[in-house]
């Protein structure tokens, strides 16, 4: 297969019958489910190495028998899944979905191995606890697969006490579901279970490459932050922030201002050495609180004064470049290292709701892709490495490559 990249055509080998995806509709059709799972065996070029499993609300009451039903036919024991607010399968989006979205991965000369993390260790138990309940998977393992239960959890400073466990081994994934509606379930092996965390980890001849799309374009100046208590930010520039806030927001031209109601954004500065800053270089934050009377405001991830920041608008164009521009480039960095596959963990506030159109972050994959199989979910945040760190991500496509490894 041809590809045209940077005004030339590469050969970005997609290895085939490496990964089958499948969506299934309700009701149940049990036969169904297992005349596929049967003939991907012959389909794949070996046997599955894992499966990956999605599932709508609508399914989840089904999961188990699901779980069972693959394990048996498709004649793996390692499944990793969770609840889905939406669900994507090869070229299609499912936002707000319905049924579930099966995929089967024979990755070579690689082992999967797949664990269910209490909530209580990953809050808790600090990198020591997480390494002593991985074993020797911290030391032997390329990359993880990581779906966290919405709740508790919902912030990245348990992500320390994961990276050191890891030893810095890419991590993507994202939480599922919404603890609202009780559909946070995760599903690792045939169990199902409503908290924590599950993790896949790949050891052997294939890898994660991650690629984590913000979206985001940074407007007005950076800033020095000044004063800040925990996760509130007092004053930029020996100013209040509120009063920084207000005053770029007025010299953006009517149309910027039109596209930051709603969609105005705080980037940290995650790489202090580098001389000028963009898009891609800033751990990007939602305004969480604005207090008017002192003109504080408050994230979600605690930053340290002398940190920069700036702010950031998020509008459909600036999310679509970026994430052509990044996937371009990954693939000229992978160069004829096969890709066997992938899974999307996408925002639940990407989609039509920012682009207008349907299967629009698909699209992109398909397009610089053609005919991989892509799998994957809609999520409540993002997980992927930034500036060597896992880190939560909101209104983020974070998207894992299967790839062989160097």
Not at 16 to 39: D, G, I, K, M
Not at 50 to 65: N, Q, T
Request: include cysteine; charge should be negative; glycine fraction near 10%.
């Amino acid at each position: 297969m041809t590809q045209l990249l940077f005004g030339r055509i590469c050969y970005m080998p997609v290895a085939p019958c490496h990964t089958v995806v499948q969506h299934f509709s309700l009701p149940l059709n049990e036969s169904q489910v297992e005349a596929w799972a049967t003939e991907q065996r012959s389909v794949l070029a070996g046997p599955v190495t894992f499966g990956l499993l999605f599932c709508a609300a609508d399914a989840l009451p089904h999961a188990r028998e699901i779980l069972e039903i693959v394990r048996i036919y498709a004649q793996t024991p390692v499944v990793l899944g969770c609840a889905a607010d939406g669900l994507i399968a090869d070229s299609e989006e499912m936002e707000g979905g319905e049924g579930f979205c099966l995929a089967l991965h024979h990755l070579p000369g690689t082992r999967a191995h797949a664990i269910h993390l209490e909530e209580s260790l990953l809050l808790e138990g600090g990198s020591s606890g997480l390494s002593r309940a991985m074993g020797p998977l911290t030391a032997s393992a390329n990359a993880w697969i990581l779906l966290a239960a919405a709740g508790n959890l919902s912030h990245d400073s348990w992500l320390r006490d994961w990276d050191q466990a890891t030893q810095g081994r890419p991590t993507v994934g994202g939480f599922t579901g919404n603890p609202a509606n009780d559909s946070t379930a995760l599903f690792c092996h045939g169990n199902v279970h409503s908290g924590g965390a599950v993790a896949l980890a790949l050891e052997g001849d294939v890898t994660i490459e991650p690629l984590l799309s913000q979206g985001c374009r940074p407007v007005g100046s950076p800033w020095t932050i000044t004063r800040a208590d925990h996760n509130i930010i007092h004053q930029v520039g020996n100013r209040p922030i509120l009063e920084v806030l207000r005053d770029t927001l007025q010299e953006l031209s009517s149309d910027e201002q039109q596209q930051a109601r709603g969609n105005i954004f705080i980037g940290l500065v995650m790489d202090e050495y580098k001389a000028s800053f963009g898009t891609g270089d800033f751990l990007v934050r939602n305004l969480a609180a604005i207090d008017p009377q002192t003109g504080a405001v408050a994230i979600a991830t605690p930053p340290r004064v002398g940190q920069n920041l700036q702010f950031q608008i998020r509008d459909a164009v600036t999310a679509s470049v970026d994430f052509e521009e990044l996937l371009k480039q990954r693939l000229r960095e992978l160069g004829q290292r096969a890709v066997y596959g992938a899974c999307l963990c996408d925002c639940i506030g990407r989609g039509s709701s920012l682009f207008g159109v349907s299967n629009h972050d698909v699209g992109v994959v398909n397009q610089f892709l053609p005919e991989m199989p892509l799998s994957g979910l809609f999520c409540n945040g993002e997980l992927a490495p930034v500036g060597g760190r896992t880190l939560l991500h909101g209104y983020a496509a974070s998207l894992g490559l299967f790839v062989a490894k160097k």
